[in-house]
């Protein structure tokens, strides 16, 4: 099984508004993603979780609060957004970050939510 | 700048004619080379994963091959469900966080 959840599958907010996106897996995956993808776009990352500590943020606004309670959950709080927010968010995850094959390092993507920010 | 590029854009087939996508690139030190496919509003999903120069993957109609400058995804006797966008993405051995993505293509297949 390598299924992603990512829940909800969309969602309207208001610009004052605070919302929170939800992962989850059930793989034992120690390393997990989000993505913004914007239409015909590529994803583009935006956090890396390893063993339910942040490695990478990626010069994201603060605005995005990502959390992960443990190693099969991953938020994403939302505040204050921008239309220009607006895409669809992705989460990710894989074995782990760096394994000894790459096949460990494959990212298995959840749905996505589609947001809209007005 | 490492990059990864893919080509064409966009790909029009009809249906049982084969075709492949390409997805080349400058990484120095290539981890390992992903294809994914992606329908419109859904998020990617994962077909292969190469990393040495010769290697070759199947699934159902698509032949994933990997050179050590780039990667071809053959697709023999495409069905209609077979249109999506394919996406290829690679890590290089110097910055091992990151999924380098390429822009993908867009293939369509006419009944």
């Known amino acids: 099984d390598t299924e992603v959840t990512q829940t909800p599958k969309h969602l309207v907010m208001g610009m004052t508004n605070k919302k929170s996106l939800k992962c989850e897996q059930h793989?034992?995956?120690?390393?997990m993603y989000w993505y913004k993808q914007k239409a015909k776009k590529p994803p583009e990352l935006m956090f890396v979780y390893s063993y339910e500590k942040l490695s990478i943020n990626e010069s994201v606004p603060s605005r995005f609060s990502p959390e992960c309670p443990n190693s099969s959950l991953l938020n994403l709080h939302l505040h204050a957004l921008q239309p220009e927010d607006s895409a669809l968010y992705l989460c990710?995850?894989?074995?782990?970050?760096?394994?000894?094959?790459?096949?460990?390092?494959?990212?298995?993507f959840g749905p996505g939510t589609r947001l809209l920010v007005l | 700048e490492d990059q990864v590029t893919q080509s064409p854009e966009a790909l029009r087939l009809q249906e049982g004619e084969s075709s492949s996508l390409n997805c080349s690139y400058t990484v120095s030190g290539l981890r390992g080379l992903f294809w994914y496919r992606q329908d419109p509003g859904k998020g990617p999903e994962f077909l292969f994963t190469l990393y040495s120069a010769g290697e070759e993957k199947e699934k159902e109609r698509l032949k994933a091959t990997l050179t050590k400058k780039e990667s071809f995804l053959h697709i023999t006797a495409p069905k209609p469900e077979d249109s999506a966008t394919y996406l290829c993405a690679v890590r290089w051995i110097y910055n091992t966080d990151k999924l380098i993505f390429g822009t993908g293509t867009r293939l369509q297949v006419f009944p």
């Open positions: 793989m034992g995956h120690r390393a």
């Open positions: 990710a995850s894989s074995q782990i970050i760096l394994a000894e094959t790459p096949e460990g390092e494959t990212q298995y």
